[in-house]
């Protein structure tokens, strides 16, 4: 079969399959949290996320098409994503105004959709006579487990108004099913805590499990309540069994300061919650650490650390927003065959007040001025009264409280908004020592928002290292090699590409068919990394006319392909002369070059043709000038006398450097057997008939 079925014919059927896979796939985690209206009894504020399969799908049509205030969806540059499972995932998040008994049809993308039922109950509790606020569901990555170990998972869960909350599975009976309610023999769930146990001995293969989350008032003498449910929202769960590990032991662990299960953080405006997570892996290398979170999480580089530790920074900083009061941000670690506990910590946007009427706060370029009305703090001790710094004055007399702060002083912190940058202080109440509980306190966020044009200027003097004191003396060539020859020749022999090669056709029996192209850098710094911004081949040496052979460093079209190499300073480029417009038997190269070196070993400078760019991810680099490098002539036919390559002179900007190259003699490529026409017809006929059924499928994903 494989010698009848070439390998592009192998990775078109694999691509039909998975593009089949694709569209029948369901979400990989779905929830629904709800929060009440104000002064409404009718509706709810539904708050969705979902984990769906790659590639992301966009929100743009996929929800809130009504054209209506009452569904916002969060649209981010770079949304959360994760390769394990397979095919990967990403996070998408939406609210939308629902009736408060309603059923969700979720559908984004090319994957399945499932329904999802919410209820709440709006009425006002007598125990706490106000209007009940439904538990909060964590969005956790996508579950995997061995088939032959057993594993607790917590499904995280916090509720408000301190209710006893439970799980349970969704029921036909409830309306809660609609046709998709599957039970597994070998999960079990423990309802009072919420976890579902996975017992073993499942086959490999994805299952998926529906639940609900369900509050109960805790019971108070003398007040009479129905022990029922106050409110049910649902979970949508896949668990990923995957094959049987030697040890069942040997999971990733969270170490150091990883914050606890369900930690709380209360967040005022503008402020910044960070931590750092923390995870070690005796028995296999941690490959990612998955985290699903609110918008605007800044997540770091995986970062290695001692003792083989993995290490992430996580912070959120409170903008002005429409997210729900209470926001999960869950991480764990994945390996190849292994995944650490899910753990999920919460943060919880506590509500503000307005300023009191008359209040005043200014800001200018050096300072934050506020004047309070005394008369809307009554019978709040104002000696109490503190910002960030305690040593910082405030003022205050009787008819106004008054403090002048610097932007850079007093505690005040500076985050940053978008593109805006915000200095922020708190003025509160301190010195509370005694147990008395009903005496006045205050809590005064202040921020002073600067928009991105006010925050340039020539204040800010950066002074960077001359690019000779960080890369040495450095400079570029180009050489040219047959396949199989040259300074890599054993890897470019059975070369590994970036992307999968097409196949190759002789145009001419005495020109060259394949050409390896190398470009150097001889910088002494080792961890320096050679970049391309793309070559360009030319008949002629003035370069009058050109064609290109790479764009800013990845592979034009079927004319070149590049392979992956170990040497950080090296970049190999495999030329397919038959796609190469070039009719002469003579060329001329010329490539823009230039070195990058990032401000942490740990870290790699962002290639430009990475496929999967992560725009969460902040790496700090310098990078050197641009050069231009450009080789001599570059004979193309099967010459059996070359000359030996040598290197160029380097120049900066649009200065060039020149090398004579010419390919090193290789024996003549082997003839195609005689049956290798009727082998291509054949071939030819099912690709035909593949691409055919691969853009029919491909249609109806797009369609439904």
């Not at 106000?130 to 170990?149: M, Q």
């Not at 530790?309 to 409170?318: E, I, M, N, Q």
């Not at 002083?409 to 009903?438: F, M, P």
């Amino acid at each position: 079969m494989s010698r009848l079925v070439p390998w592009r014919m192998q990775a078109l059927i694999l691509s039909v399959l998975s593009v089949i896979a694709i569209c029948n796939a369901l979400p990989f985690t779905a929830i629904i949290n709800i929060e009440p209206l104000d002064n409404n009894d009718v509706k709810v504020r539904a708050h969705y996320g979902v984990i769906v399969p790659l590639p992301c799908p966009s929100l743009l049509h996929s929800v809130c098409n009504e054209g209506t205030s009452s569904c916002i969806a969060h649209i981010v540059p770079s949304p959360m994503q994760g390769k394990q499972p397979p095919p990967g995932w990403c996070v998408r998040q939406w609210q939308k105004i629902i009736p408060k008994q309603h059923s969700s049809n979720i559908h984004l993308g090319t994957s399945a959709g499932v329904v999802l039922s919410t209820r709440a109950d709006l009425s006002i509790r007598k125990d706490k006579r106000k209007v009940n606020r439904p538990p909060f569901s964590a969005l956790i990555p996508p579950i995997r487990v061995s088939a032959g170990c057993s594993r607790d998972i917590s499904l995280s869960t916090y509720d408000l108004d301190g209710d006893r909350v439970k799980c349970r599975y969704a029921q036909d009976k409830s309306g809660e099913c609609h046709g998709n309610c599957p039970q597994h023999a070998f999960l079990l769930l423990d309802e009072a805590s919420c976890t579902l146990r996975y017992t073993g001995g499942a086959s490999v293969g994805q299952y998926y499990v529906k639940l609900m989350v369900e509050d109960f008032p805790v019971p108070i003498p003398h007040v009479e309540m129905d022990q029922e449910a106050l409110s049910s929202n649902p979970v949508f769960l896949s668990i990923t069994v995957e094959a049987e590990v030697a040890d069942c032991a040997a999971l990733p662990v969270f170490v150091d300061k990883t914050p606890v299960e369900n930690t709380m953080f209360p967040v005022l405006p503008y402020e910044e919650v960070k931590f750092n997570v923390t995870v070690r892996s005796e028995a296999e290398t941690v490959l990612e650490m998955a985290v699903a979170g609110p918008p605007s999480l800044y997540i770091s580089q995986l970062k290695d650390e001692q003792n083989s530790d993995k290490s992430r920074a996580l912070s959120w900083v409170r903008d002005v927003n429409q997210l729900s009061r209470l926001l999960s941000i869950c991480f764990t670690a994945n390996t190849n065959s292994l995944q650490s506990e899910i753990r999920c910590i919460w943060l919880q946007q506590r509500p503000m007040n307005d300023l009191p009427a008359g209040t005043e706060l200014n800001c200018n370029n050096t300072n934050m001025t506020l004047v309070l009305p005394v008369s809307s703090m009554a019978d709040l001790p104002l000696d109490d009264l503190k910002l960030n710094d305690p040593s910082c004055p405030v003022f205050h007399n009787s008819t106004h409280v008054t403090a002048v702060f610097p932007l850079l002083g007093c505690g005040t912190k500076i985050v940053h908004a978008g593109s805006d940058l915000v200095y922020t202080n708190t003025l509160k109440s301190t010195g509370v020592t005694s147990l008395i509980t009903r005496r006045a306190t205050l809590t005064l966020p202040l921020a002073c928002r600067i928009k991105p044009q006010e925050a340039k200027g020539p204040q800010y003097k950066i002074v960077m290292p001359k690019e000779e004191k960080v890369f040495g003396k450095f400079t570029f060539w180009v050489e040219f090699h047959r396949p199989g020859k040259g300074p890599l020749g054993n890897l470019t022999r059975v070369p590994q590409f970036r992307r999968i090669p097409r196949q190759v056709r002789v145009v001419k029996a005495a020109r060259l068919e394949l050409l390896d192209m190398y470009v150097f850098s001889n910088s002494s710094m080792t961890r320096a990394q050679l970049m391309m911004g793309g070559c360009m081949e030319s008949e002629t040496e003035d370069f009058s006319s050109a064609s290109p052979l790479v764009d800013s460093g990845c592979s034009r079209g079927n004319r070149s392909l590049e392979m992956i190499v170990q040497t950080s300073l090296i970049k190999v480029y495999r030329l397919d002369l038959s796609k190469i417009p070039t009719v002469g038997n003579m060329m001329y190269v010329e490539c823009k070059v230039s070195l990058c070196v990032t401000m942490q070993a740990s870290e790699k400078c962002p290639e430009p043709c990475d496929p999967n760019p992560n725009a969460n991810v902040l790496v700090s680099n310098f990078m050197s000038s641009n050069y231009t490098v450009r080789s001599g002539p570059v004979f193309l036919l099967d010459t059996p006398d070359p000359v030996a390559a040598t290197p160029a002179t380097t120049t900066q900007a649009a200065t060039t450097a020149t090398v004579t190259t010419t390919p090193t003699p290789t024996p003549t490529p082997t003839q195609p057997p005689a049956n290798t026409t009727t082998d291509s017809d054949r071939s030819s006929s099912m690709a035909l008939l593949l691409t055919t059924v691969f853009l029919h499928t491909l249609c109806l994903c797009l369609i439904h």
